[in-house]
């Protein structure tokens, strides 16, 4: 009797074989034969799921933006009302929201990484650049909703500088771990976001 598999399920595994492979390699190295090598398939069975590498690419971009949306949404979820939260637990609740952006650990790191490996290539592949615009817009909107609770003169300017020192620390986490560890980008997001709290 064949094996019985799950399309979704397929679909996911082959992504995180072209995740792995990004993160090792550079995204420049992604084809289906190389993705189908890393998740130990044969061709013909990445071609099943996915009809070119045109359509790989952005059903594996599409991944990495769902699961860090699923994951803000879950840690938005969990606080519930803030409203109810003391000024300490909403100044940590809003550093711990935004750090879920950087690159403070190993699956962190590696979805920044390829996250990032998709928005320099979307520069110059149309088929990528919607999916990059609305992962900038997302994360404006998430700074910006995290912000609003502030009372700040002029909430764009801060919604802007948040965003791009949030992009800073994700890039130089990346490209430069040695000089830009996880604890100094939490403690630089953490500093900004105190300085914030004080205006």
Not at 111 to 139: K, Q
Request: no cysteine; proline share 3%.
């Amino acid at each position: 009797m064949p094996k019985i598999v799950d399309p979704e399920s397929r679909r996911a595994e082959v992504a995180d074989a072209l995740f792995r492979l990004a993160v090792r390699e550079g995204l420049h190295r992604v084809s289906l034969r190389t993705v189908a090598a890393e998740a130990g398939l044969n061709v013909g069975s990445v071609r099943h799921y996915f009809d070119g590498q045109a359509e790989l690419m952005r059903f594996a971009m599409r991944t990495v933006i769902d699961r860090v949306s699923a994951r803000l949404t879950e840690k938005v979820e969990a606080l519930g009302d803030v409203g109810r939260l003391s000024p300490a637990e909403r100044r940590a609740a809003r550093t711990e929201l935004l750090a879920e952006l950087l690159p403070l650990d190993d699956a962190r790191r590696a979805e920044v990484t390829v996250f990032l490996e998709f928005a320099v290539a979307s520069r110059t592949d149309e088929r990528l650049a919607d999916l990059a615009r609305e992962a900038a817009s997302g994360t404006r909107a998430l700074v910006r909703r995290v912000l609003a609770a502030l009372d700040l003169d002029d909430l764009d300017t801060e919604v802007r500088r948040l965003t791009a020192l949030i992009d800073g620390l994700s890039l130089n986490g990346v490209l430069h771990p040695d000089l830009w560890s996880p604890a100094a980008a939490l403690s630089a997001l953490r500093t900004h976001l105190d300085a914030l709290d004080q205006s």
